[in-house]
């Protein structure tokens, strides 16, 4: 954790009351922005809030994938509470959506997508990561548009779960939803992080210096 942050939940006081997508509004219990290390060098980004999550006010928490992905960064050093934990105790990671609410009978819209972008866009810049993991085809296909070369339709997350690809200063490395993982997949993607990305000098991507 960053030494000058104060809390995880929200640290960078964004809008806790947005009200720029009118669907949106009535049907949300809360926005639920990012939560973690604003120093973080490995930065986790959905699609939305899940249910557990909007209870919560805490992406990837909860048991409808949250504590899967809890527990697959435990394993990797980055948490060190229990996966139930509605608030984690995190370290050098940084866990953010596409879209900040949750509509419970369908998923975000493209324009709610790009309504959301300057959270995003604004965490990715105040945290400045080394890597990014999009979890779901959405979010690496909309982080494909912005930080890489490729086309966003030449992306699969079915193919690509636990690889890494090369961003314009910094590494994607894509996770299947909790929801499609196996044991087979969540293994997969710990045995590449172990062997691929902490056991190298990642920050050798855009040449950061050590905090």
Do not use: W
């Not at 370290?91 to 596409?98: D, P, R, S």
């Not at 779901?136 to 699969?156: I, M, N």
């Amino acid at each position: 954790m960053d030494a000058n942050q104060a809390e995880f939940e929200n640290p960078f006081a964004m809008d806790a009351d947005c009200e720029n997508c009118a669907e949106l509004c009535g049907a949300r219990d809360r926005v639920v922005h990012g939560y973690g290390d604003v120093g973080a060098e490995f930065l986790v980004v959905g699609n939305r809030p899940t249910a557990a999550a909007e209870r919560n006010g805490v992406p990837f928490t909860g048991p409808d994938g949250g504590e899967l992905v809890q527990s697959i960064f435990a394993d990797l050093g980055f948490v060190r509470s229990e996966p139930d934990a509605t608030e984690p105790e995190v370290q050098n990671v940084f866990f953010t959506n596409l879209t900040r609410c949750r509509h419970p009978e369908r998923g975000p819209t493209d324009r709610e997508v790009d309504t959301c972008e300057p959270f995003l866009n604004a965490e990715i810049r105040m945290i400045n990561p080394q890597i990014i993991v999009p979890v779901g085809d959405r979010p690496l296909r909309e982080l494909a548009v912005e930080y890489t070369t490729r086309r966003p339709d030449s992306f699969d997350v079915e193919a690509e779960h636990a690889m890494t690809i090369r961003g314009r200063g910094f590494e994607l490395v894509p996770m299947k939803e909790p929801a499609d993982m196996s044991g087979e997949d969540a293994e997969a993607l710990r045995e590449h992080m172990r062997e691929n990305v902490l056991s190298r000098d990642y920050r050798q991507t855009k040449g950061r210096q050590n905090r």
